[in-house]
């Protein structure tokens, strides 16, 4: 390939020359090619590896240089000696005649480097490529990785890193790479070549550890095996890269989704790092935006633009609190590096005015933001402010734009016209009809109008909670004054989204939020009301998209409705439940990924008492979505990843109760229940919602503390019991006697005191003692610390997921296949492969959307589906059959056979049942498998079939129906037919079963046609539709292509040749049968020996266009029905005794002429030369043929109609071949086929060793 002239200082160091000219020099690397170098060679090769030089790759070059200059500069580079030469060539014709013209060496240099810039621009114009920001040295990596691997084009490195790994004892100093799916690791010393591939999805366990013989370590293992890198140049960073590559695997096993590389980062800039990929720029961008919106709560889709330190100036501490500023799409947060001291968010859809202060000595670079509820934000000491604010500006513009065409929307409620294509455009919503609306607190109030549905605009505790004069007691008196604390906290810092977060703030929170604003406060730390802002209208759609519709998420819900807090008068009645119901039913529709678990009836519940329907939905939303990840879907993953952050802790914290948890299993049981429900479920209702404040405050941190409080409040008694039943007995009860005596609600029974025995009372315990002890004990436990554990615990979770689905898949396999001979681990193997082989069209591309093949509400046998292109991969590696150019045809024909349900996709189930067949089932039912793949009835590979044949096929796929209960009669049969039998006869074109009237009080017919239908259904030899000549043919060109590969290849051949004569004499004579019984007057026959008349000058085609000799039919009508069949017999002679009459092989393979003669078999057709069935090799091109002269045959002709076998005679003619029986006798080998197509699949070449993913040591 031609480089962008770059200068070398050693023209000749480690290069050997091998042409030259006064300006050019064509070089080759020395341990290169013929010879290899000897040592020095070696020591070469080792070099190019340790240094990371491109000549590893590319070990030819081309360099220029003037005649009276010492500078050299490389202009060319080739992986082989012929590309290379290519350019040498190009540039002797057209280069050196034009440079003798020039007189000074600058121009010549100038020319030169401006040209060979001009043919790499038309090159990259010609094919299309565009300019990227990767840069020079990257590209050479990425064509390394490549090569030495080979991957694919789609498969795209991230970076690479120098390391050792360590094999035993020995470190071998190499690069590792890392994809998008793959870790690999490449090495070459001292002429020992060492290769690593490890797909990210296979990783149970990753760690950087430090030990006294690896100070600063990485170890990856997977399911067999554990690998040790060392000696990282920055062990940090790649060590991130790692994690993240790694949870997007693990994000590809549970969602099914494949990695889409961001587009819109802003190019690089000329002084960034040189070996900085857009792929690892865009990744990093990621982190740092997941970082941002997990801090600050912000939506999923909110993207982090830049960061920078600054000052802020705090109105209520009168000082500037050093931190940073967060500028995305839609936000503008700050963060104090004091933990705690201070946060903000600013939205800029609040924000009026951004403007530039006047610097001074006190205040450098000052900025003002001001915002629509009148508070103003003092920003100072920020390094680029013009740049920044400009940034802030572009974004408001976008801002603005948005809120606009909102309050178009908004301000055009009354015209149903403007308002249908508006919201239509919004959410795609269908058209509907509204009332006028009024804004009542800044939101839109929906009322019940046509088809429309009712939006409870009220929160059900203000429902069903009305406080009278009377009731007023030093509980309300308390609850009043928390509700005056909150009013003079937001006087000082703020109300609403824009509110300072200070210290104050979370002892606010602590002391428990007044029931009047929680709702408010909820929407507020959570971040809901930023969704909710940003999306008018969205719930409303999603519930009238909801309106009668049904699934296995809704039928869910309502048999959960009722069992949501019965003991609260709320869900008494259709109010609360319809609330309940509309709101679980619009997030199911929202995401249908996750649908309906249970546990978030409790949750929403809960949500709906304090905040309004629409508000409880984007509760529901950043519960389900950012603050609880993963808790909600079918193997509530979440949840089972904090339960082992949760041993985790337990472990660090109350060291001396993990053995005795462990021991009793406690642990895995109190944890799903605690964390799905945030203690709703565990606690009295008043004190479980502290719980939730503190919970939307502080995240998932305040559940870990409060779990690890309650296990330490109760350690004495943990230790003495004696089984898990008596652990959650005394975790139970302590739970029960948790209270608030704050509280202004009336007591409401709890369930799981009701279910209690009537033991001794547990001393009561106040919520917010405990919730405080909380935080003395346990609050040093971080955020970033929690968010590292449950990575190590999401590997392990995901691939125990992976194990058990595996597991029961197999066991499923041997219960419902019962006639597979696979052991355990073959089926293991399999199933991997599988499964590898659907996850790989994800990322590496395929025909149909990976989403539309995995169904997790179907059996496991039947949640990963495959289509043709895919199926077609695993046929060649794993299948006996698959052999030869035919290979692909077959791999059709049985997948059209093996998709039972004809969706053109099969699952593991179809999958095991092929192979199975084919690699362990008796000789007959090999062979009647190798039959019905042929006689199947598909136009795809056989657009001319003979329709009896085709129908007669169909009969048999397609309507399991036996030929014995099969009657196509004609309108005369029928009419005879019906007037002799005591029933009735149905006539049609499609298949039907012919059924006697029944007498209606003969029940016992129906009780034997019960019985005979619960009787297993036995498949007959007999009941096999017969094969006409064309599916013959193709019959055996899969038989010639077979044996392509084995051991016995030429006795194999022989024994073909002469089963393939044998069935064309019995072919012709059951055709000579039915003609002569045709010519008879007066015959009459049934359905099975009608026949159709010949169609004339009907030509045959096959696939898509491609040629071969036709069969022709070298005899007349009147030849046919008077000559007497020679006997078919296998001639042993060569392609040159017998002539061009004689019957031959011709193969088409590569490594033959298109003209040259297989020695393999000779057919002849009889003893008499002119009238011999041709029989040439049956390839692509060739099929069986009837010569009558001597001269070549026509390529014009029609198919043989009458012409046809059964599978008995199939059968019967094979079984005279010893060879032919022993092969289809011989049981497949798997498990090395699965070891070659893992070593496909991972190396991109097979190898004979046991495993593919050890190191495979290659001696140089």
Same mark, same amino acid.
């Given at each position: 390939m031609w480089l962008n002239p770059? &200068?070398?200082?050693?023209?000749?160091?480690?290069?050997?020359?091998?042409?030259?000219?006064?300006?050019?020099?064509? %070089?080759?690397?020395?341990?290169?090619?013929?010879?290899?170098?000897?040592?020095?060679?070696?020591?070469?090769?080792? =070099?190019?590896?340790?240094?990371?030089?491109?000549?590893?790759?590319?070990?030819?070059?081309?360099?220029?240089?003037?005649?009276?200059?010492?500078?050299?500069?490389?202009?060319?580079?080739?992986?082989?000696?012929?590309?290379? /030469?290519?350019?040498? &060539?190009?540039?002797?014709?057209?280069?050196?005649?034009?440079?003798?013209? *020039?007189?000074?060496?600058?121009?010549?240099?100038?020319?030169?480097?401006?040209?060979? %810039?001009?043919?790499?621009?038309? !090159?990259?114009?010609? #094919?299309?490529?565009?300019?990227?920001?990767?840069?020079?040295?990257?590209?050479?990596?990425?064509?390394?990785?490549?090569?030495?691997?080979? @991957?694919?084009?789609?498969?795209?490195?991230?970076? !690479?890193?120098?390391?050792?790994?360590?094999?035993?004892?020995?470190?071998?100093?190499?690069? @590792? !790479?890392?994809?998008? #799916?793959?870790?690999?690791f490449y090495s070459f010393l001292l002429g020992k070549e060492a290769k690593l591939v490890i797909r990210w999805a296979d990783i149970t366990q990753l760690e950087k550890n430090t030990t006294l013989l690896f100070p600063e370590m990485i170890k990856v293992s997977t399911r067999c095996s554990e690998h040790i890198f060392s000696v990282f140049l920055n062990i940090g960073e790649t060590f991130k890269l790692m994690e993240q590559l790694a949870n997007i695997a693990m994000r590809q096993l549970l969602d099914n989704e494949g990695f889409e590389e961001d587009r819109s980062l802003p190019r690089l800039k000329k002084k960034s790092p040189q070996k900085v990929s857009v792929l690892k720029r865009d990744l990093d961008a990621r982190a740092k935006s997941e970082r941002y919106r997990a801090l600050f709560r912000l939506p999923k889709d909110e993207r982090l633009d830049g960061h920078t330190d600054c000052t802020l100036w705090t109105p209520f501490s009168k000082m500037h609190v050093v931190g940073q500023m967060f500028v995305s799409t839609n936000y503008i947060c700050f963060t104090s590096k004091e933990e705690n001291l201070c946060s903000l968010i600013i939205p800029l859809r609040e924000v009026t005015i951004v403007e530039k202060a006047d610097s001074s000595s006190v205040l450098p670079s000052p900025l003002s933001i001001s915002t629509k509820n009148r508070m103003t934000f003092f920003f100072a000491n920020l390094k680029d402010r013009d740049f920044l604010v400009q940034r802030i500006s572009d974004f408001l513009q976008q801002t603005t734009s948005k809120i606009y065409f909102d309050k178009e929307i908004v301000g055009s409620l009354n015209s149903d016209e403007v308002f249908s294509r508006q919201s239509s455009i919004i959410s795609g919503s269908p058209q509907r009809s509204l009332s006028s609306t009024s804004d009542t607190d800044g939101e839109r109030q929906f009322n019940l109008n046509g088809n429309s549905v009712p939006i409870a605009t009220q929160t059900l505790m203000t429902m069903y909670r009305r406080r009278s004069p009377e009731e007023f007691n030093p509980k309300v008196a308390k609850e009043l004054m928390k509700e005056q604390s909150w009013k003079i906290h937001f006087a000082e810092y703020g109300r609403g989204v824009c509110m300072y977060r200070t210290e104050k703030t979370q002892e606010l929170v602590l002391k428990g939020m007044p029931e009047s604003m929680r709702g408010e406060l909820w929407l507020l730390f959570s971040g809901a009301i930023n969704e909710m802002a940003t999306h008018p209208g969205y719930y409303s759609d999603l519930v009238e998209k909801s309106i009668g519709k049904y699934n296995l998420a809704t039928e869910e819900i309502e048999r959960d409705l009722h069992r949501s807090l019965p003991e609260h008068p709320a869900f008494q009645n259709e109010m609360g439940i319809g609330a309940l119901r509309r709101v679980l039913t619009a997030y199911a529709f929202r995401n249908p990924n996750i649908g309906y678990c249970q546990a978030m009836n409790i949750v929403t519940s809960v949500l709906l008492l304090y905040a309004k329907e629409e508000e409880a939905f984007w509760l529901l939303v950043a519960l389900c979505e950012r603050m609880l990840p993963d808790y909600y879907n079918t193997r509530v993953v979440g949840a089972l990843v904090d339960q082992g952050v949760f041993e985790e802790l337990t472990r660090d914290y109350v060291p001396q109760l993990y053995d005795c948890m462990q021991y009793l299993g406690v642990i895995s049981t109190i944890s799903l229940s605690w964390f799905l429900t945030l203690f709703l479920s565990v606690m009295p209702f008043e004190s479980a919602v502290v719980v939730v404040d503190c919970f939307f405050f502080e995240g998932i941190k305040v559940i870990f503390q409060l779990a690890l409080s309650v296990l330490d409040a109760n350690i004495d008694k943990l230790l003495n019991c004696k089984d898990d039943g008596e652990a959650m007995t005394i975790l139970g009860k302590y739970l029960d006697s948790v209270t608030n005596k704050d509280s202004t609600l009336p007591?409401?029974?709890? =369930?799981?005191?009701?279910?209690?025995?009537?033991?001794?009372?547990?001393?009561?315990?106040?919520?917010?003692?405990?919730?405080?002890?909380?935080?003395?004990?346990?609050?040093?436990?971080?955020?970033?610390?929690?968010? %590292? @554990?449950?990575?190590?615990?999401?590997?392990?979770?995901?691939?125990?997921?992976?194990?058990? /689905?595996?597991?029961?898949?197999?066991?499923?396999?041997?219960?419902?296949?019962?006639?597979?001979? *696979?052991?355990?681990?073959?089926?293991?193997?399999?199933?991997?492969?599988?499964?590898?082989?659907?996850? /790989?069209?994800?990322?590496?591309?395929?025909?149909?959307? $990976?989403?539309?093949?995995?169904?997790?509400?179907?059996?496991?046998?039947?949640?990963?589906?495959?289509?043709?292109?895919?199926?077609?991969? =695993?046929?060649?590696?794993?299948?006996?059959?698959?052999?030869?150019?035919?290979?692909?045809?077959?791999?059709?024909?049985?997948?059209?056979?093996?998709?039972?349900?004809?969706?053109?996709?099969?699952?593991?189930?179809?999958?095991?049942?092929?192979?199975?067949?084919?690699?362990?089932?008796?000789?007959?039912?090999?062979?009647?498998?190798?039959y019905k793949v042929h006689v199947l009835p598909e136009p795809f590979f056989n657009e001319q079939e003979d329709p009896d044949s085709a129908f007669e096929a169909t009969q048999y796929f397609f309507e399991d129906i036996t030929p014995e209960t099969i009657h196509v009669v004609t309108e005369v049969e029928s009419r005879t037919?019906?007037?002799?039998?005591?029933?009735?006869?149905?006539?049609?074109?499609?298949?039907?079963?012919?059924?006697?009237?029944?007498?209606?009080?003969?029940?016992?017919?129906?009780?034997?046609?019960?019985?005979?239908?619960?009787?297993?259904?036995?498949?007959?030899?007999?009941?096999?539709?017969?094969?006409?000549?064309?599916?013959?043919?193709?019959?055996?060109?899969?038989? !010639?292509?077979?044996?392509?590969?084995? $051991?016995?290849?030429?006795?194999?051949?022989?024994?073909?040749?002469?089963? /393939?004569?044998?069935?064309?004499?019995?072919?012709?004579?059951?055709?000579?049968?039915?003609? %002569?019984?045709?010519?008879?007057?007066?015959?009459?026959?049934?359905?099975?020996s009608r026949v159709h008349p010949k169609k004339e000058n009907q030509p045959l085609h096959y696939g898509q266009g491609d040629s071969f000799c036709p069969i022709l039919d070298g005899m007349d009508d009147e030849k046919v029905a008077s000559s007497e069949l020679q006997d078919i017999k296998l001639d042993g002679g060569s392609p040159k005794d017998n002539g061009v009459s004689s019957a031959m092989l011709i193969s088409d393979d590569e490594t033959k002429d298109d003209t040259s003669m297989s020695s393999y078999s000779?057919?002849?057709?009889?003893?008499?030369?002119?009238?011999?069935?041709?029989?040439?090799?049956?390839?692509?091109?060739?099929?069986?043929?009837?010569?009558?002269? &001597?001269?070549?045959?026509?390529?014009?002709?029609?198919?043989?109609?009458?012409? $046809?076998?059964? *599978? &008995?005679?199939?059968?019967?003619?094979?079984?005279?071949?010893?060879?032919l029986v022993r092969y289809f006798e011989k049981a497949g080998v798997v498990m090395a086929r699965i070891t070659n197509a893992k070593n496909v699949r991972m190396m991109g070449k097979p190898i004979t060793s046991a495993s593919d993913y050890e190191i495979s040591t290659i001696s140089g």
């Open positions: 770059e &200068e070398v200082l050693l023209a000749n160091a480690l290069w050997v020359t091998e042409r030259a000219n006064p300006y050019f020099v064509l %070089q080759r690397r020395k341990g290169h090619g013929e010879g290899g170098g000897g040592l020095a060679g070696l020591l070469v090769g080792t =070099l190019d590896v340790v240094l990371d030089s491109s000549a590893r790759v590319a070990p030819y070059r081309i360099l220029y240089q003037t005649p009276d200059s010492l500078a050299y500069w490389t202009i060319a580079c080739g992986g082989s000696r012929k590309e290379i /030469t290519e350019h040498w &060539e190009w540039m002797e014709h057209n280069l050196l005649q034009t440079l003798s013209i *020039f007189e000074n060496e600058n121009d010549i240099t100038t020319f030169v480097k401006g040209k060979i %810039q001009g043919i790499i621009a038309e !090159y990259n114009k010609n #094919n299309d490529i565009k300019e990227d920001d990767d840069t020079d040295k990257f590209k050479e990596a990425i064509l390394k990785f490549r090569k030495l691997f080979g @991957m694919p084009e789609e498969e795209k490195l991230v970076n !690479y890193y120098s390391c050792s790994y360590w094999k035993g004892r020995v470190p071998r100093q190499g690069w @590792m !790479y890392l994809s998008i #799916n793959h870790l690999c007591p409401i029974p709890h =369930l799981h005191s009701l279910l209690s025995d009537d033991g001794d009372p547990y001393p009561e315990v106040d919520i917010f003692k405990l919730i405080r002890s909380s935080y003395d004990k346990f609050g040093s436990i971080r955020a970033d610390v929690i968010e %590292q @554990m449950r990575f190590k615990q999401r590997l392990r979770v995901i691939q125990t997921l992976e194990d058990t /689905t595996k597991r029961n898949v197999v066991s499923a396999v041997r219960a419902i296949v019962t006639d597979t001979a *696979f052991t355990i681990d073959e089926l293991e193997e399999l199933y991997v492969l599988f499964k590898a082989e659907h996850l /790989t069209s994800c990322y590496w591309g395929g025909n149909s959307n $990976a989403t539309e093949r995995h169904d997790p509400s179907l059996p496991y046998l039947e949640q990963y589906r495959i289509d043709f292109e895919q199926f077609k991969g =695993l046929f060649a590696l794993l299948f006996p059959w698959s052999c030869g150019a035919h290979s692909d045809i077959l791999a059709g024909r049985l997948f059209r056979l093996l998709d039972e349900n004809g969706d053109s996709l099969i699952n593991f189930k179809e999958f095991v049942t092929g192979l199975s067949t084919m690699c362990h089932a008796d000789l007959v039912e090999k062979l009647k498998l190798l037919k019906s007037e002799t039998e005591d029933g009735f006869v149905t006539v049609n074109l499609r298949n039907e079963k012919v059924e006697k009237r029944p007498n209606p009080r003969d029940y016992r017919h129906y009780i034997r046609m019960w019985a005979q239908e619960r009787e297993p259904k036995l498949e007959s030899i007999k009941d096999l539709p017969k094969l006409n000549q064309e599916q013959f043919i193709e019959l055996c060109r899969t038989l !010639y292509n077979m044996f392509s590969e084995d $051991a016995n290849e030429q006795e194999l051949y022989h024994s073909t040749a002469a089963v /393939t004569s044998l069935l064309l004499e019995i072919g012709e004579v059951g055709k000579q049968f039915i003609s %002569q019984a045709l010519q008879e007057p007066g015959s009459s026959h049934d359905n099975k000779v057919l002849s057709a009889g003893s008499n030369d002119d009238d011999k069935l041709q029989c040439e090799d049956i390839t692509e091109d060739t099929v069986l043929v009837r010569n009558n002269d &001597e001269t070549p045959l026509p390529r014009s002709s029609s198919i043989d109609k009458d012409w $046809a076998i059964t *599978f &008995e005679q199939f059968l019967a003619s094979l079984l005279t071949e010893t060879a």
